[in-house]
Antibody, heavy 124, light 110 residues
Framework: EVQLVESGGGLVQPGGSVRLHCEASGSKFDSYRMIWVRQAPGKGLEWLSYIGTSGDIIYYADFLKGRFTISRDNAKNSVYLQMNSLTVEDTATYFC?????????????????WGRGTLVSVSS | SYVVTQPPSVSVAPGQTAKITCGGNNIGRKSVHWFQKKPGQAPVLVVYDGSDRPSGIPERFSGSNSGNMATLTINRVEAGDEADFYCQLWHSNGDLPYVIFGGGTRLTVL
């Protein structure tokens, strides 16, 4: 069964950094565009970043103001999210997701495979 | 920026029909997708491209999108449908594109 597994979350102090890792099982990882999304406690889903299949196309949510960096290593079936200058407002469960492909292999612009998430708690 | 509006909550009795809306300027021109999110679980895509269902999603879930409103319809609502539902789309202000999630609608099954 193809799945995504996030890791790297935990307790971090304000101002600190953390690197999240999302590993995909299965093949053809390099065919899929990926995103990171978070959900703060009691809040809704919030898109953070997108990365193209080879890592050459990257988008970020404006509010991140350069604090987060997305990357991928297709040889390791992995995508990463480097998070710096963390504040308590970054406390959330962070999800990675894989884009749904149409039958012709083109991208749909939405995400049909999600990990279970990893919790990042920012607190002193 | 592009504003997307969802009602905070919708309540429906079992067996009835629930309609969850996602409003936005000319949203009918965009591809709108819908997710179901239960506490402690990953989001699940239930409708994509406005009205298509991924494999494994019951036919009770359907979608439409026209004008300034996209709608997710759940027929014959079951207790297990209780969850938060989010619409999702892409927008660009002419610069870089970005992903938008609606604020979410809590579906309560009475």
């Amino acid at each position: 069964e193809v799945q995504l597994v996030e890791s790297g979350g935990g307790l971090v102090q304000p101002g600190g950094s953390v690197r999240l890792h999302c590993e995909a099982s299965g093949s053809k990882f390099d065919s899929y565009r990926m995103i990171w999304v978070r959900q703060a406690p009691g809040k809704g889903l919030e898109w953070l970043s997108y990365i193209g299949t080879s890592g050459d196309i990257i988008y970020y949510a404006d509010f991140l103001k350069g604090r987060f960096t997305i990357s991928r290593d297709n040889a390791k079936n992995s995508v990463y999210l480097q998070m710096n200058s963390l504040t308590v407002e970054d406390t959330a469960t962070y999800f990675c997701a894989r884009e749904k492909l149409y039958d012709d292999g083109s991208g749909s612009g939405t995400w049909d495979l999600w990990g279970r998430g990893t919790l990042v708690s920012v607190s002193s | 920026s592009y504003v997307v509006t969802q009602p905070p909550s919708v309540s429906v009795a079992p067996g009835q029909t629930a309609k969850i809306t996602c409003g936005g300027n000319n949203i009918g021109r965009k591809s709108v997708h819908w997710f179901q999110k239960k506490p402690g679980q990953a989001p699940v895509l239930v409708v994509y491209d406005g009205s298509d269902r991924p494999s494994g999603i019951p036919e009770r879930f359907s979608g439409s999108n026209s004008g300034n409103m996209a709608t997710l319809t759940i027929n014959r609502v079951e207790a297990g449908d209780e969850a938060d539902f989010y619409c999702q789309l892409w927008h660009s202000n002419g610069d870089l594109p970005y992903v938008i999630f609606g604020g979410g609608t809590r579906l309560t099954v009475l």
